[in-house]
């Protein structure tokens, strides 16, 4: 039976008073203050659910609840198991009803990565938690430590704020046709207003002066054009902060180029998955990145790195991310005096030089150590400061952003045509010169694309044509609207005439306004 239970406090650390190993040996620094034993019997114990993950996760989440334990964090910990030894029970989703109590208990989640086993039919459990759990956006703090951790950019600190739901995260997912695969690509009003108002939100909460967004709008009109104009929207509304749109190739070159120019980024799922991996390894490594997953009432706290399967069991992995995920965590429950105690120290220990494998350089760094010797050396400066590098001071006591978002009435929406998708093996004219005799009497074959681009009418011979074929008909009396019984009648004749739908999308205006785009040479 596998489930969550309450996890025993490790012996070494249970208590108020304990030692600290150095890697060279007992030190035998007496810990924890006071003040910390009067904060922690004066704070309730806050609920967390923890998993330890797979590969170097374990290891990695003991550093890090040993460093945060050390600080003073008063927590009550539930473990749960998820990934790869769920997923191995032929459990696709990679976690059990079980878990999901935990978390709906605590709505807190310290998570070390996971491992999803490769091949079908196992779904990812990252997207799996973030979904289900509402946890709309995914905070990655990207920045450098110059001159302690090597990087070409000395004064980078760009926040990335990714969209946590949408996007081609949907994983909806056919093989349509011999040739054709598709992924649907959702991007929804409520969904974007509330990152994109997060985005804001944050930046006012903590001092920062720009929001900037990155979409593809040029290309994909409807979906990024939507992200960007509620961003344009919103940006309206927070006439405090300078706000920015860069088109996300010339964004993501100026960003891996100048980030130093950016401060608070915001974006579409898969552009903020792939660009703050770049940002977190341009600014020293993405083994240091932590972020916080925020939904309404809920959060999940992790490193941005994988579970690096070929580093585990060796104490040689970097706890780093997962300990700024903490600490982010940290301030989220209130407890920012811990959070401003154990960053701190952790920033005096990068600027000591002791450095795990990943990030040392014989030219800055001073010590290798491994996991747990970094860990020891963090606990060991608890209550320092850094001395070069700009220390933090979280507010003391949490509060999380609420997000508000604007009502706004349901539009008109009328039928005014159907896009039918069909697989053919022929020429565009062959094709387009039956589906014109089929769409009678109620519709018009407006135009036929193939992958998008249009080849009938008016097609030239030059155009690479593969076998899935987008028909669009609207109503044979233009601008008029055209009834489902039509379309299912349509649908009948195709399949009548052996050319039958493989996938069909109605074609809709909104307040008058088309819910759709125009083929590529239309
Ligand atoms: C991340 C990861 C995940 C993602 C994977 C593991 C599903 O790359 O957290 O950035 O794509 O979101
Ligand atoms: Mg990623």
């Given at each position: 039976m596998w489930g969550y239970f309450r996890i025993c406090p490790h012996p070494r650390i249970s208590g108020n008073n304990f030692r600290v190993f150095h890697d060279d040996g007992l030190i035998g620094k007496e810990m924890n203050s006071e003040a910390n034993k009067k904060n922690n019997e004066s704070r309730k114990a806050v609920p967390v659910t923890v998993a330890y993950g797979d590969g170097i996760g374990p290891e990695i989440m003991e550093a890090t609840l040993r460093i945060i334990k050390a600080g003073g964090a008063n927590l009550d910990l539930e473990t749960i198991t998820i990934g790869e030894s769920v997923f191995k029970k032929?459990?696709?989703?990679?976690?059990?009803p079980s878990a999901w109590d935990s978390l709906r208990r605590t709505r807190v989640f310290l998570k070390a990565p996971i491992t999803t086993p490769e091949g079908g039919g196992f779904k990812s459990l990252n997207v799996t938690v973030r979904k289900t759990l509402g946890l709309f956006a995914n905070v990655r703090p990207c920045l450098s430590y110059y001159p302690f951790i090597s990087t070409k950019h000395h004064d980078m600190d760009v926040v990335i704020i990714r969209e946590n739901e949408e996007d081609l995260y949907g994983g909806i997912e056919h093989r349509q046709t011999a040739d054709v695969f598709q992924c649907l690509k959702l991007i929804s009003i409520p969904g974007s207003e509330r990152v994109i108002r997060y985005a804001f939100e944050y930046a006012r909460r903590y001092n920062r002066h720009k929001v900037t967004c990155f979409t593809k709008d040029n290309i994909m009109k409807l979906t990024d054009g939507t992200f960007r104009r509620i961003f344009d929207d919103v940006a309206?509304?927070?006439?405090d902060i300078e706000s920015e749109h860069w088109i996300v190739d010339i964004g993501a070159a100026k960003l891996a180029d100048s980030p130093e120019v950016f401060d608070v980024i915001v974006m579409p799922n898969l552009y903020g998955d792939i660009l703050s991996d770049v940002a977190a390894q341009i600014a020293g490594s993405v083994g240091l990145a932590g972020s916080s997953n925020i939904g309404d009432g809920f959060a999940m706290f992790e490193a941005i790195?994988?579970?690096?399967p070929r580093r585990a069991?060796?104490?040689?992995?970097?706890?780093s991310g997962l300990l700024l995920a903490a600490v982010q965590m940290l301030v989220y429950i209130g407890q920012g005096d811990v959070a401003t105690k154990v960053h701190n120290a952790w920033l005096k220990t990068i600027e000591d030089g002791i450095h795990t494998y990943d990030i040392f350089d014989p030219a800055v760094s001073r010590k290798k150590v491994g996991t747990k010797e970094f860990a020891d050396a963090v606990i060991d400066n608890l209550g320092e400061y850094p001395q070069q590098l700009k220390s933090v001071n979280y507010p003391p006591h949490g509060n999380p952003l609420k997000i508000k978002l604007v009502e706004r009435p349901a539009p008109s929406k009328e039928l005014v045509g159907v896009d039918v998708f069909v697989d053919w093996r022929g020429s565009a004219d062959e094709l387009g010169k039956q589906l014109d005799e089929v769409s009678k009497p109620e519709f018009q074959l407006v135009m036929i694309t193939n992958r998008g681009t249009k080849v009938y009418p008016g097609g030239i011979p030059d155009t690479f044509c593969v076998d899935h074929w987008r028909c669009r008909f609207q109503s044979a009396t233009s601008g008029q609207p055209v009834t489902h019984r039509n379309v299912i009648d349509l649908f009948g004749r195709m399949v009548d005439a052996g050319i039958p739908p493989i996938k069909t999308e109605g074609l809709f205006t909104f307040d008058g306004e088309p819910g759709f785009s125009l083929g590529q040479g239309q």
């Open positions: 032929g459990i696709t989703s990679g976690i059990e309206r509304e927070y006439p790195h994988g579970s690096a069991g060796q104490n040689l992995a970097n706890p």
